[in-house]
């Protein structure tokens, strides 16, 4: 155990959030989160893109004071880049901690953040991190950590991307509590802006409104209603000057479809706001 003797110094300062991240919960999800935590319950995180997993993660952070690792997933993400791998250094080999390694050893939040991007070989290495064995096994070194008290893993998803390929699986999905964060009601949405964007009070309730109202056209062919992020976006251009209709179009229609058709539909929903 020496060796780890130091456990949260493990992790390099960067991984604490210093400065308070504003987060404004939209239900009892922070009350939900920490009692996963004492219990040691792995969280999934559903939701559109835009709707704050990141920055609710980010927040339970801070306010838990754990270190956080985010670990965005990808399609070549493979188990060795979660685990560690040897390196060769000169004519010797050197053993790294990969970040899901280094997490469990420092009792962090480990973040995978969009998990069914990651190849099967990963999920199956989180499973026993998830039930009451709380363990990593590293094969190539025979090893098998114990996770820190600490270690809380948590991953994201986007229940919209749902393709029979890219869904997560029952065997990976029924061992997490799921919190779902949806599109934030218009009151929160326009504080949220305001705050994120430096728009008026004013433009942030019209901001609110676009995003309330653009999530009415799910039906006509838009796959994903917009998301918090992308009236932020529209927000900031308004703030330094951009005239709102256009800023809109660069950042919300265009942003949201391809589709013409789709994009008249909610260039018709800007204009009736921003008249
Ligand atoms: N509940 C919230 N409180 C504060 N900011 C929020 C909230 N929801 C969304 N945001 C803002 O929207 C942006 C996008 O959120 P993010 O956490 O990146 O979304 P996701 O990870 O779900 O795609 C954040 O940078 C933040 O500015
Ligand atoms: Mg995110």
Not at 39 to 57: C, D, I
Not at 110 to 126: G, P, S
Request: charged share 25%.
């Amino acid at each position: 155990m020496a060796e780890h003797e130091n456990y949260t110094s493990y992790l390099a300062e960067e991984y604490v959030i210093q400065e308070e991240p504003f987060y404004l919960p939209v239900g009892d999800e922070i009350e939900l989160f920490e009692v996963a935590y004492s219990q040691n319950l792995p969280v999934l995180l559903k939701g559109p893109t835009g709707t704050g997993k990141t920055r609710f993660v980010e927040y339970m952070s801070y306010r838990k004071s754990i270190p956080l690792m985010t670990i965005a997933c990808h399609e070549d993400l493979t188990a060795s880049d979660l685990v560690g791998r040897y390196l060769l250094e000169g004519d010797e080999t050197r053993w790294v901690d990969g970040p899901l390694a280094r997490a469990v050893k420092a009792g962090a939040i480990c973040y995978l953040d969009e998990i069914v991007e990651a190849r099967k070989d990963t999920t199956v290495l989180i499973h026993p991190l998830t039930d009451h064995r709380r363990i990593l096994p590293i094969d190539k070194r025979g090893e098998v950590l114990e996770a820190h008290d600490g270690f809380q893993l948590v991953v994201s998803y986007n229940p919209g991307y749902q393709s029979a390929l890219k869904d997560l699986k029952h065997s990976t999905r029924q061992r997490f509590m799921a919190l779902e964060l949806t599109h934030p009601p218009a009151d929160l949405e326009a504080r949220i802006v305001q705050h994120e964007s430096g728009v008026s009070e004013e433009m942030s309730v019209a901001l609110a409104k676009l995003g309330e109202k653009a999530r009415n056209l799910k039906d006509h062919g838009l796959q994903e209603g917009v998301g918090t992020r992308l009236l932020i976006y529209a927000g900031k251009l308004i703030a330094r000057g951009i005239a709102p209709r256009r800023a809109c179009q660069v950042a919300v229609t265009w942003a949201l479809t391809d589709d013409q058709q789709v994009q008249r539909s909610v260039d018709e929903v800007v204009n009736s706001i921003f008249e």
